[in-house]
């Protein structure tokens, strides 16, 4: 329950015209390791079709923004017509640091919690909406108090994801990858920038052996007029399209890697490690200073061959759920 005292000073209500510009303020205050402009909260936030405002609660003290958690629900499916109508998610919340230690935060939460609740969901995810996530989930490192606080709402671990980045300064082709792309050519496999015709090819593999949103993303950044140089291909001896890498492809980032894939049944022959790196030349060609990406199992093969390549762990994110019927 909230403290009285909380609630005679401070004001909780959904989002309004004009909320905008502070909330995006005291959420630099909040959480300075990870600080967002106003261009990306309308993006990732008001722009969303799933977006109501009557889900991002806000905190108001003397007129003054000094927090905000953030429900959202499907209105609109990722993919077909599954609206998922037992899911909600939380993407952010944060307290200004004037602001903590009043019962501010859970009031948030639980008013977040209280609207999913009164929509149908009785399963939470913070934090890996989406198609608009701001981050995988909660590092609990940086946000400690967060942390307790979530748990203490009965949000559990579901899984990690490990953040990690590589340097590219002084970065050259690995002559052993080189050598491995030469064996497999010579067995018929074709690395290259995809073509217009190849996209659609493209856009099926990622949707149908990863996930409907990688496809979302390559969709959307090919759209508003990345260059397809951004992407490589490979094509097994049949011509049968099995994998790519890219970069760029979220949020008109060039140095953030992926979406990257190859099919289970070829991994384990060097295709992932050739596509990999032909990628990261690419990206050091334009300049890139570092190669960096949000998500990955630690422990999994595919963290095991980012570390081959040279990437480290940056921050551990941890993929909490709750449920929200009483």
Partial sequence: MTDPTTR?????????????????AAWCRSAPADP????RFRSLVLL?????????????????????????????????????????????????????????????LTGALDWLHGHGRTRVDFAPYTPNYV?????????????????????????????????LTGYAFPEEIGRRAAELTAHGYRFGTPADDDLVELLALAAHHFT????????????????????????DPSGRLVGWAMHGAYESVPERFGPFGVLEEMRGTGLGKVLLH???????????????FLWTGERS??????????????????????????
């Avoid at 989002?15 to 909330?23: E, N, S, T, V």
């Avoid at 995988?136 to 490990?162: I, K, N, Q």
């Avoid at 409907?212 to 094509?235: S, T």
């Avoid at 032909?278 to 960096?292: D, F, K």
Wanted: charge should be neutral; hydrophobic fraction near 45%; glycine fraction near 12%.
């Fill in 212 to 235: 409907p949103d990688w496809a979302r993303a390559i969709r959307e950044c090919l759209a508003a007029g990345a260059p397809l140089e951004r992407i490589v291909v490979v094509r």
């Fill in 36 to 39: 967002i402009t106003a261009d």
């Fill in 135 to 167: 981050l995988p989930g909660l590092d609990a490192v940086t946000y400690p108090e967060a942390a307790g606080l979530l748990e203490s709402l009965g949000f559990r671990t579901l899984y990690e994801a490990a953040a990690m980045d590589r340097c």
């Fill in 301 to 326: 093969p595919a963290g095991h061959l980012y570390r081959q390549a040279g990437f480290t762990t940056t921050r551990v994110f941890h993929v909490l759920r709750g449920e929200v019927a009483r």
């Fill in 278 to 292: 032909l990628v990261l030349e690419r990206m050091r060609a334009l300049g890139a200073g570092s190669a960096w």
């Fill in 48 to 108: 969303d079709a799933n977006f109501d405002p009557a889900g991002l609660r806000v905190a108001v003290e003397d007129g003054r923004v000094v927090g905000a958690a953030y429900a959202v629900r499907r209105l609109t499916p990722m993919t077909g017509t599954d609206l998922e109508p037992a899911q909600g998610w939380l993407p952010f919340f944060f307290v200004d640091p004037d602001a903590r230690g009043r019962g501010v935060g859970r009031a948030l």
């Fill in 8 to 24: 005679a000073r401070t004001e909780f209500r959904g989002f309004r015209a004009g909320d905008g510009p502070p909330l995006v």
